[in-house]
């Protein structure tokens, strides 16, 4: 069987000209199916990272995609093996190298529409595919509005480039349909040309090459209000470059990397033409629709118009703007490792206004939340998604209210959580009593250090554990913790030291937390593969070594596909790297290792 070694991030397989997915069929030796996309792991495959290699189901990865019978272009879901191989071109065909090119023969619509055949290659619709990482379905059926893109410091807008492919360019704002944009009312999407119909495509994120063209996975771009600074366009295939100018003296655009103090990267979404002020107030008038009458009484939709001095009377302000959940957010606990109690709101819909309490975890919806967009946003309470974390100005406690009237907040890396709209010299901290919350002075004091998990954190930290050795047998060697804090584990010998020995579960998943000082195994960064000797958190859970990869891989939670091995070329040092059986470093076993 060929080993695993697919991208970070799960694939749908897509074809426009039918508007549906490719689906794995629930038996083996089946034909895929052509159907309505939706988030079911049946809809998505683990595609290798160069494109070419076996395309596994991620219902279930021992199932690929396979050319059962060539003649007939039978294409099934069967086990998976070395002629299993398939490659997806720049110009969206599917085709296995092991019989020919794709100018022969590719992937193909059936008549019915309902499955797909290996038949002669025309570079039709029906054989044109793309490849998204989130439910094509969500990103295409969005409610839209047409706008302009402003940059008030430059007073410019942004054109479509004048070709298919040409780059984007800013330039003075027409109000014609070159520089007007259709975009999503709220969420992430993408940004279309009203007139041609192309969208801001990213050619090379790499390189930060952006161009006009197919409204596809690489178009898909990050709601600005979620962005860093609120004023960004940022592609969702890398948050740390933002939309810019080429240089100072030409005025195509290209993604850099974000700089707040870059008077190019910010850009704004105009619902009226950028070089009409229109004026509102007492006397004057109101807005608009969907337009915010600032103090000064000038309508617009940025936070000078819409945030402190907004005039609800002749226009939407902050306060009536309807907030919305991220369809992908999941439900999270909010921990306090010092008091060991989560955050608890709400046990009927008529308590909002009431102050937060700190109670022991547990599973029921009280204490979860819904954090959208992730980290930074509107705190919903998962009981009743229209209340939202809230400050009250009055007396700086914390509570639950209306999340139309609410603050939004930031969970930052280092476990601090502040109001957006107040400002990070104050933090969210336990109140005087254990079990209610306030906003204080940040200190970063361990009243003050909070972490979001995917799970109850009891079954993890109070879960059953067991001194044990972890061992490689094949290289006759033992996991040992890192020397100091925020240092690597290592591989070395076996022996009798605290920094040879780990407290981990008996059973399931959970924390592998040295003897020696306590640090436990920690992901930094999942996708470089850093694992660093730090706090038992939810970035510390290692799934249960019996249920790995190969029965004996230590894996985090926080991504499938990722197994403990060397760094490199480093012999000792050790990271998360891409699960492979036939690297002798990632075997790993729970036992006392024999002489």
Not at 124 to 134: A, E, K, M, V, Y
Not at 194 to 216: A, F, P, R, T
Not at 316 to 345: E, F, G, H, M, R
Not at 443 to 448: L, P, V
Request: contains cysteine; positive net charge.
């Amino acid at each position: 069987m060929t080993n695993i070694n697919y991208e970070v991030k799960r694939k749908w397989i897509y074809n426009a000209s039918i508007d549906k997915c490719l689906f794995a069929p629930s038996k083996i030796n089946s034909k895929p199916i052509l159907k309505d996309c939706d988030d079911s792991y049946e809809s998505q495959w683990y595609i290798p990272s160069n494109f070419t290699g076996p395309f596994y189901s991620v219902a279930n990865t021992n199932r690929c995609l396979n050319i059962k019978d060539l003649n007939k272009g039978i294409i099934e879901v069967n086990y998976c093996n070395d002629s299993n191989i398939f490659k997806y071109t720049v110009d969206g065909m599917i085709y296995s190298p092991n019989y020919g090119s794709s100018s022969s023969k590719c992937m193909s619509i059936d008549d019915n529409n309902n499955t797909i055949y290996y038949k002669s290659c025309i570079k039709s619709n029906n054989q044109i595919w793309s490849l998204w990482d989130r439910n094509p379905s969500k990103m295409l059926k969005q409610k839209t509005q047409i706008v302009w893109i402003y940059n008030r410091y430059l007073n410019k807008c942004i054109f479509r480039g004048n070709n298919y492919n040409g780059r984007p360019y800013y330039y003075e704002c027409w109000n014609t349909n070159y520089d007007k944009w259709e975009i999503p009312i709220s969420g992430d999407g993408f940004i279309k040309n009203i007139e041609k119909g192309w969208c801001l495509n990213v050619y090379d994120i790499d390189k930060g090459d952006i161009i006009m063209g197919e409204c596809n996975n690489n178009s898909t771009i990050k709601d600005i209000n979620s962005t860093y600074n609120k004023e960004s366009i940022i592609s969702t295939l890398n948050e740390n470059k933002c939309l810019d100018s080429y240089n100072s003296d030409i005025n195509t655009l290209v993604l850099n990397k974000c700089n707040k103090e870059n008077i190019a990267q910010h850009w704004e979404i105009r619902t009226s033409f950028p070089y009409d002020i229109i004026k509102c107030g007492k006397g004057v008038g109101n807005c608009p629709s969907g337009q915010c009458c600032s103090k000064e009484g000038i309508c617009g939709t940025m936070n000078d118009h819409c945030g402190t001095g907004c005039q609800s009377t002749y226009g939407k302000c902050q306060s009536n703007i309807p907030v919305t959940i991220d369809s992908n957010a999941k439900p999270k606990w909010i921990y306090n490792a010092s008091t060991d109690k989560c955050l608890y709101a709400l046990e009927t819909s008529n308590q909002f206004d009431k102050r937060l309490r700190l109670k022991d975890c547990e599973d029921n919806k009280r204490f979860k939340w819904l954090i959208s967009p992730y980290p930074k946003g509107y705190f919903h309470s998962a009981t009743f998604t229209d209340y939202c974390l809230n400050v009250n100005t009055a007396n700086n406690k914390m509570e639950i209210n209306d999340c139309d009237v609410s603050n939004t907040f930031e969970y930052t890396i280092d476990g601090i959580i502040y109001s957006t709209d107040i400002g990070d010299e104050k933090c969210m901290s336990i109140g005087n009593g254990i079990d209610n919350t306030k906003l204080e002075t940040c200190t970063k004091s361990d009243a003050q250090l909070w972490s979001v998990w995917d799970k109850n954190p009891y079954e993890i930290t109070r879960a059953p554990t067991r001194s044990v050795w972890i061992y490689n047998r094949k290289l006759k060697k033992c996991l040992i913790a890192g020397a100091k804090y925020s240092y690597r584990p290592q591989i070395g010998e076996c022996n009798n030291s605290k920094s040879a020995k780990w407290s981990v579960p008996i059973s399931g998943d959970g924390f592998f937390k040295s003897l020696n000082e306590g640090w436990c195994l920690n992901i930094s960064n999942i996708y470089k593969g850093t694992i660093l000797m730090k706090e038992c958190n939810t970035y510390s859970i290692i799934k249960d070594i019996n249920t790995s990869f190969n029965g004996n891989s230590i894996m985090s939670s926080l991504m499938d596909n990722k197994c403990l091995g060397f760094l490199d070329s480093d012999n000792v040092k050790l990271n998360m790297n891409i699960c492979d059986k036939t690297k002798n470093d990632q075997y790993w076993e729970i036992n006392i290792p024999s002489a």
